[in-house]
């Protein structure tokens, strides 16, 4: 899989129109985000899959492990947040006290995570980024920021490149990573010089865009009309967030 | 010629990049509506500066630059006048920012007011005149070094331009991908400035050269 490539869904939703999807796809992130009790957060992560399983994911197991290495930054809420809640405690180790209430709310804050992140997926692998950028225009995103995802998106593997080749570059050089000065001297070395050729790139891509008669915006259009099928879609979908919202009401919890 | 009908006339053209010696030092350049020159010199010369110069990416400290009849001195001359000079970068990865082959040929003719309609026509044609029909939905990343030149190409003949100019077309590319560009370049009916190296390329396709020494053209 490519770096830079995002449509690897073909199931139902890549039929979708994307100013749907993209509206659906903030909707739902809210009412994930702010479910207050296992239930709400239960229902959201259940729905969620739904959206993946019509996703269609050429890949399964592609997908599942992008799931997952998209959900690592969970590790850093589970270091720290079952040690940091007041509550009952469950076990303790020197200073640190592990407590239930920090373990439940970690595990709830891991659900909802899960949750939002497969929603996202689903919705991105079965969007071209023109087409996500042309939805978020449309629907009144900045042009600034519609640009620079798009061209995020497409310069990720030119710079994903351009790493690989200045690590080569060190590596036939006999370079080895260890923890020695030499080596950390060299990492920010490379860092700065990715920078400064990021900087370099950017500069050319913008008079390459100045040379075809750019003027500040992007021509994109969705060639599409919004049609039955995508209007059902939303309706159903407003009534699984519904659903999930109401369950999130009657539930609520402290953690 | 006249210079009305020249398409680019530089005249006593001095610039220095800051804090750096002089690169280009009274430099005169014509370019005809016949002209096909290439223009060769060692490294450092100031090749490329002198496009980014006729470009108007960069503006000299001293001299006139005309193009298409008129002196460009302000931004404003340059908008009006870039997508006229189809400018091919050195590294097609700079000119191809769209995700796909389509959306970057259309790129040029939708910033000129062409409808959606008219510019998937251009696209097509465009490409057809390449032989890269095939091409429109291919993804930028995942095409080969001599695929992407062509495709950068294609995205400077869409804008339908008064001359192509095109910085060092042949690095990064194979002998073959380097006959195949050599073979279309060669058969557009158009005047361009060619910067290269690559001798027996340019022997094909230009019918002059020109020579950067000392921050000026001469005659080689
Ligand atoms: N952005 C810049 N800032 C400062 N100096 C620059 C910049 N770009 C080029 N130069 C310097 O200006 C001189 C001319 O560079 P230029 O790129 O025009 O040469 P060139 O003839 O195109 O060379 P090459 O054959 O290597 O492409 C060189 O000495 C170069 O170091
Ligand atoms: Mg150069």
């Known amino acids: 899989m490519g770096f830079g490539e995002t449509r690897t869904g073909n199931g139902f939703l890549a039929g979708i129109d994307p100013r749907i999807k993209l509206c659906v796809l903030v909707i739902w992130s809210f009412v994930l985000a702010l479910a207050t009790g296992f239930p709400g957060a239960f229902a959201g992560l259940a729905g969620s899959l739904a959206l993946a399983i019509l996703s269609g994911p050429e890949k399964p197991l592609a997908f599942a492990w992008r799931l997952l290495s998209i959900n690592l930054f969970l590790l850093f809420i589970w270091l720290v947040l079952p040690f940091s809640m007041p509550g009952e405690r469950i076990w303790s180790l020197g200073p640190l006290t592990l407590t239930r209430e920090g373990v439940l709310l970690s595990a709830r804050l891991s659900v909802q995570a899960v949750g939002i992140t497969m929603a996202a997926m689903a919705i991105t692998t079965t969007t071209s980024v023109f087409q996500l950028m042309a939805a978020a225009r449309s629907m009144g995103a900045p042009a600034k920021l519609t640009a620079m995802m798009g061209l995020m998106t497409r310069y990720v593997t030119v710079i994903k490149d351009e790493f690989d080749r200045l690590v080569w570059a060190m590596k036939i050089r006999g370079f080895k990573a260890s923890t020695s000065l030499h080596c950390l001297r060299s990492f920010a070395n490379l860092a700065g010089v990715l920078l400064v050729r990021g900087l370099d790139r950017g500069e050319r891509v913008y008079a390459a865009m100045l040379c075809r008669g750019y003027k500040g915006r992007f021509y994109f259009s969705l060639e599409r009309q919004v049609n039955r099928t995508d209007i059902i879609t939303l309706v159903a979908f407003l009534a699984m967030a519904t659903a999930v919202s109401i369950i999130n009401v009657i539930h609520r919890s402290h953690y | ?220």
């Open chain 2, 1 to 220: 010629m006249s210079s009305t009908e020249a398409i680019i006339n530089l005249r006593g053209i001095r610039f220095a990049y800051p804090k750096r010696p002089e690169v280009l030092k009274g430099l005169d350049f014509l370019v005809g509506p016949e002209t096909r020159v290439g223009v060769i010199g060692s490294n450092g010369s100031g090749k490329s500066t002198l496009l980014s110069v006729i470009m108007g990416l960069i503006k000299p400290q001293a001299g006139v630059v005309e193009i298409l009849g008129k002196p460009r001195s302000k931004e404003a001359d340059f908008k009006e006048v870039r997508p006229l000079l189809g400018f091919v970068f050195q590294d097609a990865n700079d000119q191809l920012f769209c995700p796909t082959v389509a959306d970057d040929v259309a790129f040029g003719p939708l910033n000129l007011g062409k409808t959606r309609a008219e510019a998937k026509e251009i696209v097509a044609e465009t490409l057809a005149g390449l032989g890269l029909e095939d091409f429109a939905d291919r993804i930028a990343y995942d095409l080969s070094g001599g695929e992407k030149k062509l495709v950068a190409l294609a995205t400077a003949l869409a804008l339908r331009p008064k001359i192509l100019i095109l910085d060092e077309p042949t690095t990064f590319l194979d002998v073959s991908a380097v006959s195949k560009l050599q073979a279309i370049v060669s058969k557009l009916d158009l005047p361009m400035i060619i910067v290269s190296h690559d001798f027996p390329f340019l022997d094909t396709v230009v019918t002059s050269r020109l020579r950067m020494e000392d921050g000026r053209l001469h005659p080689a």
